[in-house]
Each structure stands twice: as C-alpha cells, then as structure tokens.
C-alpha cells in the first residue's frame, strides 16, 4: 500500500510538472525569439544611420558643376548663381531684369503716346487734339509753327521706339551675361587661390657672355630683373 502511494505521488507530480515546464520552455523560446528580431532591427538601423550620415553633404569641400550651373542659368535666370551659393548676386540679376523691364514699358507708353500725336497732328482734325497735352500752357498750333512741331513728335516718337528696342536688347545681354557668369563662377571654383601663388619682380645676375666684352671684370654676367611666378 505505502509503495503504491509514492508511485501515485511520483506520477501525479510529472503529470502536472510537464505542462508547466513545456509552457516555461515554449517562453523562454519566444523571448529569445524577440531578442534576436530586436538584435536584427537594430543592426538593420546601424547601416542605414551610417548610409545617411556618409550622404551629408560636406560644403566646405563641394565644388559646383559648370554644366549643371549652365543649364540651370538658361532654364531659369539666377537659378546658376544660386547654385553656386553666390546669392549675393541675385540683386543684381533680377535688378537688371527689373530695370529692363521698367524702361521697356515706359518708353513703349511714351512711343504710342506720341504716334497717337503725331496722327492727330498729321489728319488736321480739330477733334482729335492728343498731342495738346505734350504743349506748354499757353502754347498754340497754328500755320507758322506746325512743320515743326509735326517734325517734333515725329523725332520723339522715333526715339522712344529706339529706346524700347533698345530696353528689350539690354534685358537679353543681362539675361546672356547671367549664365556666362554662372558658368565662368562654376568653373573657376577650383582655381587655386591660394597664399603660395604670387608674383615677385627682383633684380637679378644674368649669365650671359654675348652682353658684356671679354675685358670686363663679370664678363659672364650681367645685372638685370628677374620676375618669377609662384604655383
């Protein structure tokens, strides 16, 4: 009887034993499990932290392209010098596109203004009197001084037409120039500007026996200026 009892015993604790050590063994595969996949990620991240920590771009030693500054400058004016990084010539690039543009329509204003007048002048119309408010106070049209205030707003007009072509030209070459300067400033960005490039102008002992006569104390040499370029 006793012997049954501790047989009875022994069974019902491995019965009751197993689940429990199955399911302890079943977490401590999971959580190592985790810790590999969380291991995993984290080396997964370092790569990618130091990919985008070498992608940084370092200004200090980036140098422009000329042919992407070209292409910019043409496609859209000061986008090169802004490419560049010299936006401290964007006032001077847009203010010369401003002025051009300012001075074009005033002076085309200023051209049918004064065609409308030299018409009116030209058709004897007494109605049609545009040209009246170009006169002084006080001032008359008549027979005696007509000819030459018809020759007036004729010259007038053809200047202000030359002055809004000329407007029109101008805004082209500061438009040319933009990307000529974006180019030259992108290709010059690795010229060495450095300390040890310099000129010196020093006199100097020539070596020469065709100068001086064969009588002469230096009759090998002779004294004249040397100019070295330093690079």
Same mark, same amino acid.
């Given at each position: 009887?006793?012997?049954?009892?501790?047989?009875?015993?022994?069974?019902? $604790?491995?019965?009751?034993?197993?689940?429990?050590?199955?399911? $302890?063994?079943?977490?401590?595969?999971?959580?190592?499990?985790?810790?590999?996949?969380?291991?995993?990620?984290?080396?997964?991240?370092?790569?990618?932290?130091?990919?985008?920590?070498?992608?940084?771009?370092?200004?200090?030693?980036?140098?422009?392209?000329?042919?992407?500054?070209?292409?910019?400058?043409?496609?859209?004016?000061?986008?090169?010098?802004?490419?560049?990084?010299?936006?401290?010539?964007?006032?001077?690039?847009?203010?010369?596109?401003?002025?051009?543009?300012?001075?074009?329509?005033?002076?085309?204003?200023?051209?049918?203004?004064?065609?409308?007048?030299?018409?009116?002048?030209?058709?004897?119309?007494?109605?049609?009197?545009?040209?009246?408010?170009?006169?002084?106070?006080?001032?008359?049209?008549?027979?005696?001084?007509?000819?030459?205030?018809?020759?007036?707003?004729?010259?007038?007009?053809?200047?202000?037409?030359?002055?809004?072509?000329?407007?029109?030209?101008?805004?082209?070459?500061?438009?040319?120039? $933009?990307?000529?300067?974006?180019?030259?400033?992108?290709?010059?960005?690795?010229?060495?500007?450095?300390?040890?490039?310099?000129?010196?102008?020093?006199?100097?002992?020539?070596?020469?026996?065709?100068?001086? $006569?064969?009588?002469?104390?230096?009759?090998?040499?002779?004294?004249?200026?040397?100019?070295?370029?330093?690079?």
């Amino acid at each position: 009887m006793r012997k049954a009892i501790i047989l009875f015993t022994i069974l019902y $604790s491995l019965l009751f034993s197993f689940p429990a050590y199955a399911q $302890s063994e079943k977490k401590d595969s999971l959580s190592s499990e985790i810790a590999q996949q969380a291991d995993s990620a984290l080396n997964a991240e370092k790569p990618l932290k130091e990919l985008k920590v070498k992608k940084k771009r370092d200004w200090s030693t980036w140098k422009p392209d000329p042919k992407r500054a070209l292409w910019l400058a043409i496609i859209l004016p000061g986008a090169g010098q802004i490419y560049n990084r010299k936006y401290w010539k964007l006032p001077i690039v847009y203010g010369g596109f401003l002025g051009c543009a300012y001075a074009m329509r005033w002076n085309n204003q200023m051209y049918l203004d004064y065609s409308q007048a030299y018409l009116d002048i030209m058709d004897n119309d007494p109605k049609t009197e545009s040209y009246s408010k170009f006169l002084h106070l006080g001032t008359e049209i008549n027979s005696s001084n007509i000819e030459r205030y018809k020759e007036v707003f004729r010259s007038r007009r053809d200047r202000y037409r030359r002055w809004r072509d000329l407007s029109f030209f101008v805004m082209l070459g500061v438009y040319a120039l $933009s990307i000529v300067d974006a180019y030259v400033d992108a290709s010059l960005s690795t010229f060495d500007i450095s300390d040890d490039l310099s000129l010196h102008v020093e006199p100097a002992v020539i070596n020469s026996k065709a100068i001086v $006569s064969p009588a002469s104390p230096i009759s090998n040499s002779a004294i004249g200026i040397k100019s070295a370029l330093k690079f």
